[in-house]
């Protein structure tokens, strides 16, 4: 009976670890590239000290308005066409949110940044698949 129990709570010890797991793996891509676009802002706005602690806390509450936007978006089926309103209307929103940070020359800049970071990723994405679909030829053969 006892072997029994330790049976059942070694699986049900398995079974969460690995959920848990599966939970942080889907969280630390997100968090990675959400790292790698932090690190390509800064890099590209050249924010003083000061800029920075203005700068931050706005961008966070951006964040998480587009993130929020994006998934009720997805959860009500929305289309392209009015999701990309809504997310207009956000960054012209906080086009004047971050003005009060930020010269209008780096707000111009952090706009275009946000746009390159994302076809960058994109480029890379792509290269990482033809990387891995070249792997797997050459494994087969």
């Known amino acids: 009976m006892k072997k029994f129990i330790l049976i059942i709570l070694i699986a049900l010890g398995v079974s969460v670890s690995s959920s848990a797991q599966d939970d942080d793996k889907e969280r630390g891509a997100g968090g990675r ?4 676009k932090i690190a390509y802002l800064t890099k590209k ?8 602690q ?5 961008y966070n509450q951006y964040m ?10 997805r959860q009500n089926k929305e289309g392209e066409i009015p999701t990309e309103e809504k997310l207009l209307n ?8 971050f003005s009060k940070a930020l010269s209008s ?4 800049t952090f706009f275009k940044a946000e746009k390159e970071f994302g076809t960058v990723l994109q480029k ?14 050459s494994l087969r053969q």
């Open 33 to 36: 590239i959400e790292a790698l």
């Open 45 to 52: 706005l050249n924010l003083s000290t000061d800029e920075a």
């Open 54 to 58: 203005r700068f931050w806390p706005i």
């Open 64 to 73: 998480n308005e587009i993130r929020k936007t994006r998934i009720d978006a």
């Open 90 to 97: 956000i960054r012209k929103r906080y086009n004047g949110e």
């Open 105 to 108: 020359e780096k707000v111009n």
């Open 124 to 137: 890379e994405l792509m290269e990482r698949r033809m990387q891995r679909m070249e792997n797997r030829k």
